[in-house]
């Protein structure tokens, strides 16, 4: 009896080791094949992507500060390296949208590509001798600006569950957003009553917008924090220089190629969460 109880034992607990790594592998299945449930279990910073990661982070700083540098000693004009730098944003906005899984993460990435073109486009015109307050480039502002708006709005609903604070929140934040552009519009309107100074408020509006899509939903940090981060920074960089197309400063020139690393890192860890899904 003891010799049966003895042989049984050790097959009872087989048995039970399959089991629960079948149960482990059918887990992992639907973790990663239920876009609803991958919501809940974002995609971990895998040991390769993290070394990728810091080496384009190394390599950006250092290449922003050698930049820098030599448009100093007038080696070059500012807008071909914040172009540059565009450039590259454009092919990471191009593979997000060829990769992308998600209608949403598509839609974000066609709107990031029309962002890049537009900067690209401001930064171009920088390069020429042209007044800043240009229509041109207050034209480009405002659509550069609305451009990163809808990706941004398009990329954070893509793999977050929308709460109830979410929904209140795309409800309020176009209603205050109005209120606050036209309000400044009207308080300065003895200083200079245009259409472009409205355009100009609008953009800035539009980009404090672009921040608190991120940072004001907590369902956005609990599920892809990285992501928050990276893209929210941004508008907060950009708006800190006051437009980045006024290139004239070492500091303008230098954070705003940090303000463009940022958002190239935010699409590579969009690119890992598409090609791990």
């Not at 355009?199 to 992501?227: D, K, N």
């Not at 070492?250 to 860890?269: C, H, K, P």
Request: with cysteine.
């Amino acid at each position: 009896m003891a010799d049966n109880l003895t042989q049984s034992d050790p097959n009872h607990h087989k048995d039970l080791a399959v089991q629960a790594e079948d149960a482990h592998d059918h887990q992992t299945t639907v973790v990663t094949s239920d876009p609803q449930l991958a919501t809940r279990f974002p995609i971990i910073w895998t040991p390769r992507f993290i070394i990728i990661f810091f080496l384009v982070l190394v390599i950006g700083l250092s290449s922003a500060s050698i930049l820098t540098r030599g448009w100093l000693n007038g080696y070059y004009p500012a807008g071909w390296v914040l172009m540059a730098y565009t450039v590259v944003n454009l092919g990471g906005w191009i593979a997000v949208s060829i990769c992308a899984r998600s209608p949403w993460v598509r839609f974000g990435g066609i709107f990031g590509c029309l962002w890049a073109i537009l900067m690209g486009i401001t930064f171009a015109v920088a390069v020429f001798p042209i007044d800043p307050s240009s229509v041109i480039l207050i034209h480009a502002t405002v659509a550069a600006s609305s451009a990163l708006l809808g990706s941004f709005i398009c990329l954070s609903i893509a793999r977050t569950p929308l709460r109830r604070w979410d929904r209140v929140f795309f409800i309020l934040a176009p209603i205050i957003g109005a209120i606050v552009a036209f309000s400044i519009f009207f308080i300065t309107r003895g200083a200079a009553h245009s259409v472009f100074l409205l355009e100009a408020y609008t953009a800035t509006v539009e980009l404090w917008v672009c921040t608190a899509i991120w940072w004001v939903r907590l369902s956005c940090w609990r599920t892809q924090a990285g992501l928050t981060f990276l893209l929210g920074i941004a508008p907060v960089i950009q708006l800190t220089l006051m437009q980045p197309v006024n290139s004239n400063t070492e500091r303008v020139v230098f954070f705003s190629q940090v303000m463009l690393l940022s958002i190239l890192l935010g699409t590579l860890r969009i690119l890992q969460c598409e090609l791990r899904h």
